[in-house]
Nanobody
């Protein structure tokens, strides 16, 4: 079993920054694909980005150059640094883990473990 817990959400003004963290517990393997997703009210959940076992990252087009994903394997922690935030970035942010690696793009349903989410509001 793997448990994921997000933290760091809150209210921030447009142009500001936030750092979200996701701490994993249980049997977490470095080979897992780790991803960040977000969901705004009335919209489908969308991928923000992901990081593979070698530290390679990929991002959704709208956040490229503004968001950065990193991980600390020793601490079992996944981090999302968000910069130059926009109101359209508002939503509930989730971290997720997939037992398979990040080969190509993984859809949300392909992830095996999910956190409960943390709310981000950009005003």
């Amino acid at each position: 079993h793997v448990q994921l817990v997000e933290s760091g959400g809150g209210l921030v003004e447009a142009g500001g920054s936030l750092r979200l963290s996701c701490v994993a517990s249980g049997y977490m393997y470095q080979s897992y694909c780790m991803g960040w997703f977000r969901q705004a009210p009335g919209k489908e959940r969308e991928e923000v980005g992901a990081i593979d076992s070698d530290g390679r990252t990929k991002y959704y087009d709208s956040v490229k150059g503004r968001f950065l994903i990193s991980k600390d394997n020793r601490k079992n922690t996944l981090t999302l640094h968000m910069n130059r935030l926009k109101p359209e970035d508002s939503g509930t942010y989730y971290c997720a883990a997939a037992r398979q690696g990040c080969v190509g793009a993984l859809a949300a349903f392909e992830y095996d473990y999910w956190g409960q989410g943390t709310q981000v509001t950009v005003s």
